[in-house]
C-alpha cells in the first residue's frame, strides 16, 4: 500500500521584493509504500531540505502535491496541520530537539500529552519502548546529563510512540559520533524490520547503505534511484559512492 505520492513537486522561492527567483525543487514524483525504508541523498544546495519540510507540510508547493495516505497535504487547513503532524508523522532531527527543562521521560510523553491522553496511556506505551531504545535507565535525566547518542535514541523514541503512518529523519547521525551513529541505524533497520515506514535525509553513505532504496536529487530534480534487492549494506555502500560519484562529476540523469 502507498503511503507517501509526491506527484510532480515544485518549490520556486521569489526574492523579498518580488524580484528574483529561485527554483529549488522541479517536477520531483515519488511514491513510498508502506513497510519501505528509503534515504534521500544530494548536495549541498540539491533541494533536500526543501524536499523535507514540503513532506513534513511544514511549507507549501508552488507546484504539484504530496498525498499522505490519501490526503492531500497543502488541502488541510492551517489551523489543523500540527494536529495531523503529531497524529501521522515522526520527527527525527540532528539535533535532537530536546526540551532542556523537561527529563527524557517527559521529553518522550510529549506528543502524547498534547494528544490528550492519560499517564496511564502513556507509561504502557513508553516502556516497550525505552526497552527497545535501551533507555530506560536515563528516563529521570535530563538532556544535558546523557549522551549523544542517548538523546537521540530519546528523540526517536518520541517520534515512535504515536505510531506515526511516517517517520521523517533529517540528518540523524550528523551530531553522534561514529559508535552511537552504527547504533541508531541498527536500531532504525529494526524498527523498519517491524513495520514502520521511515524516509530519511542524510549526507552519510553509511547511513543510507541501511535504506531499502536511496533517492538522489540534484539541482531540485530527482537524480537516481537505487534498490537494496539482495544487496548487503557493504555493497549497497559501494553502489551509493559510485552514484555520488557521478552526481559529483556531472553524469547523466536517470
Known amino acids: 500500500m502507498t503511503i507517501l505520492q509526491v506527484e510532480g513537486l515544485g518549490k520556486t522561492y521569489t526574492g523579498r521584493l518580488g524580484g528574483s527567483q529561485v527554483r529549488a525543487l522541479n517536477n520531483v514524483s515519488f511514491s513510498v509504500e508502506q513497510g ?37 497535504l497543502s488541502a488541510i487547513p492551517e489551523g489543523e496541520l500540527a494536529a495531523f503532524r503529531r497524529d501521522s508523522l515522526g520527527f527525527v532531527f540532528q539535533d535532537f530537539n530536546l526540551l532542556d527543562t523537561f527529563n527524557i521521560r517527559d521529553n518522550i510523553f510529549l506528543p502524547l500529552v498534547l494528544a490528550g491522553k492519560n499517564y496511564v496511556q502513556m507509561a504502557e506505551r513508553l ?33 515512535v510512540i504515536t505510531g506515526p503512518q511516517l517517520v521523517l529523519a533529517d540528518e540523524p547521525t550528523g551530531a553522534l559520533d561514529s559508535k552511537s551513529a552504527d547504533g541508531l541505524m541498527d536500531l532504525f533497520s529494526q524498527l523498519n524490520r517491524e513495520g514502520q515506514t521511515i524516509l530519511m535525509v542524510t549526507h552519510s553513505t553509511k547511513a543510507a547503505s541501511h535504506a531499502g532504496r536511496v533517492i538522489f536529487i540534484k539541482d531540485g530534480e530527482l537524480f537516481h534511484q537505487i534498490y ?16 555520488l560519484t557521478l552526481l559529483a562529476t556531472g553524469g547523466g540523469h536517470e
Not at 45 to 72: H, I
Not at 228 to 243: C, F, G
Open 127 to 159: 516502556q516497550p519502548i525505552a526497552q527497545k531504545m535501551g533507555i530506560t535507565d536515563v528516563l529521570t535525566k535530563y538532556p544535558y546529563e546523557i549522551s549523544g547518542g542517548q538523546k537521540q535514541r530519546a528523540a526517536v523514541a518520541r517520534a
Open 36 to 72: 519501505e525504508y528509503v534515504a534521500i541523498m544530494g548536495e549541498s544546495g540539491s533541494g533536500k531540505t526543501t524536499l523535507l519540510n514540503l513532506l513534513a507540510a511544514f511549507d507549501r508547493p508552488t507546484a504539484g502535491r504530496v498525498m499522505l495516505q490519501g490526503k492531500e
Open 228 to 243: 537494496r534487492a539482495e544487496a548487503t549494506n557493504e555493497q549497497m555502500y559501494q553502489k551509493i559512492a559510485d552514484t
